[in-house]
């Protein structure tokens, strides 16, 4: 991963993922291509010393996909 030294107007989100993986949560985050969601990420886990957090990224499949199922 490539370091993150700064992100913009992010210390809200990063305290809370930040609280919530301290509390034992797992997190997942998303939204729109392009919003930050990995620069969070990599810049949570680039400052997290722990060795017990371990990030996974996993490409979701666009909403409508999950109905296709349904329809059938």
């Known amino acids: 991963m ?8 992010r210390d ?4 809370r993922c930040a609280g919530w993986l ?7 985050v998303k939204g729109r291509p392009g919003i930050g969601k990995s620069a969070l990420l990599r810049h949570l886990f680039t ?5 017990d957090i371990l990030p996974i990224w996993v490409k979701m499949a666009p909403p409508k996909a999950m109905f296709l199922n349904k329809a059938q």
């Open 2 to 9: 490539e370091a993150v030294t700064e992100l913009i107007r």
């Open 12 to 15: 809200a989100e990063l305290s």
């Open 22 to 28: 301290n509390q034992g949560y797992s997190i997942v």
């Open 47 to 51: 400052h997290d010393t722990r060795a």
